[in-house]
């Protein structure tokens, strides 16, 4: 008999609740990650799923755990397939009789859970739920999914997320892991080189380090005035790549931050940092809700977009050429760090949705592709947003480029420092006055 703890979205050892439940069984265990070959062909934008940055900080966030859990006298145990056949695999030749495993919001991933624990009925299947401040148990107050975030907001304000017993439980005690047994053909990826153009280095090691660093600086208590600009380390918190890999959990996070309002005071700042974490936390119920409508053109409202299809424009886009200088900066800035900051992203998705008139879900899937603090949640759920077919009371937004410009970039420093200029491009259209030619 044999317990397999199936590593996603939860890549530390630190307040790992599936780990937690699975240490307390006494038969070998086996520590898993699944990497899917799917991930590394084009899909049906003609986009990988996981573009080299995201693949690097990953590859780091792997290496890591497998670093965490030698201390505990385990290894992760990598093996390349689809979740259903790997998982499958190793039920049947091991003699799995528990698996634990953090929930997660994406519709397929749940499909696969799902797929599993149909066919192996006398297999035990646990599922934790370590990626979210509230538990689902938590939520049950909340008779319909609210179709707007302020709603979401009110249901949740007055929820104490510190109470969940589990939380608690695997934040305090010490962690003993049973034994671990030898796993064929599983075996670490190769370490890519680094990439000398991003600040962001995986692993729940350099996580820990950057939350204890920014939450030692002043940083937190000036937040709400700095979040909007386009560059700057602790400018915002800089937290979503460690947290989209799991490397640190939201609680954790908002731990520090109401240390931090202790030792330093609260101010709207402080409480900005958690609004904006219960965007997050939104978005994950919201997929988890959604399901397969996250990445329906129609999206969640079921509304027609006057888009479509112009190969030339999404090339622009995604290459840094549009007409516009503040957008190719950002999507250059994107391209060669993995990262584009919050008001980057929103000046870009409209960019793409309004100006470019391209469906939105390929910017969401390039989007995927590049960011390495990609999230199925936050970005498709953003991304609807933007679009008009999301959670936007308003129903879309659409931002004026050049007043973004004259407001986050008023001496074209940003602009420069990323060649905005270098490639600007015209659009492929022709003008209604030069028809016909
Ligand atoms: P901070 O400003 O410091 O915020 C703190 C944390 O709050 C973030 O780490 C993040 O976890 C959360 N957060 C902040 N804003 C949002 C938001 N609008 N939606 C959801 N969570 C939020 N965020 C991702 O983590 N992954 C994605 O794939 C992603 N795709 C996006 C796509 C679009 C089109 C847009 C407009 C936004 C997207 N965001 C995504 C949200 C947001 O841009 C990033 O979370 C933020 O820029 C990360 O930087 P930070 O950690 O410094 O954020």
């Not at 953090?102 to 006398?122: H, I, P």
């Not at 005690?173 to 599983?186: F, H, K, M, Q, R």
């Amino acid at each position: 008999m044999t317990t397999l703890v199936w590593f996603t979205d939860d890549l530390r050892v630190h307040d790992n609740q599936a780990l937690y439940l699975a240490s307390q069984r006494s038969e070998p265990l086996v520590c898993l990650y699944c990497v899917d070959e799917d991930w590394f062909k084009p899909n049906q934008y003609g986009l990988k799923r996981i573009g080299d940055q995201r693949w690097q900080f990953l590859n780091e966030t792997l290496h890591a755990l497998n670093v965490s859990l030698k201390k505990y006298g385990q290894r992760l145990c990598i093996l390349l397939g689809s979740p259903v056949a790997v998982i499958g695999n190793i039920i049947e030749k091991y003699n799995i009789t528990s698996i634990y495993c953090n929930s997660q919001a994406g519709y397929y991933e749940n499909r696969n859970w799902q797929t599993l624990k149909d066919k192996y009925v006398s297999v035990s299947f646990n599922r934790v739920e370590s990626s979210t401040l509230f538990a689902g148990h938590q939520l049950t107050h909340i008779d319909e999914f609210p179709k707007t975030f302020s709603k979401f907001r009110h249901h949740v304000d007055s929820i104490d997320f510190t109470i969940d017993p589990l939380i608690n439980i695997s934040h305090r005690i010490e962690l003993i892991l049973p034994p671990a047994i030898s796993i064929d053909n599983s075996e670490l990826p190769t370490v890519i080189d680094n990439n000398p153009n991003t600040s962001f280095v995986g692993g729940e090691k350099v996580a820990l380090e950057h939350l204890t660093a920014y939450f030692l600086s002043a940083a937190p208590s000036t937040y709400f005035d700095t979040r909007n600009e386009l560059e700057g380390w602790l400018l915002s918190t800089k937290l979503s790549p460690w947290l989209a890999n799991g490397c640190l959990s939201p609680r954790k996070i908002v731990s520090s931050l109401l240390e931090y309002e202790e030792n330093h005071g609260e101010n709207k700042s402080t409480r900005w940092i958690y609004f904006e974490l219960l965007w997050r936390e939104y978005f994950h119920w919201y997929a988890y809700h959604y399901g397969k409508d996250m990445f329906a053109f129609r999206g969640i409202v079921n509304k027609k977009l006057l888009t479509s299809f112009y190969p030339q424009r999404f090339k622009q886009w995604c290459h840094g050429k549009t007409p516009y200088p503040i957008v190719n900066a950002c999507m250059n800035q994107l391209n060669s760090t993995g990262y584009l900051s919050n008001r980057g992203r929103q000046i870009v998705s409209s960019c793409l949705v309004n100006e470019l008139q391209i469906d939105w879900r390929c910017g969401a899937a390039f989007f995927e592709q590049q960011l390495v603090d990609y999230d199925v949640a936050s970005n498709w759920g953003n991304w609807q947003y933007v679009a008009g077919v999301g959670c936007d009371p308003r129903g879309g937004r659409h931002f004026n480029l050049d007043k973004q410009t004259q407001s986050y970039d008023p001496e074209g420093t940003f602009i420069k420092k990323w060649g905005g200029e270098d490639n600007a491009g015209k659009l492929d259209y022709i003008d209604a006055a030069d028809w016909p030619i």
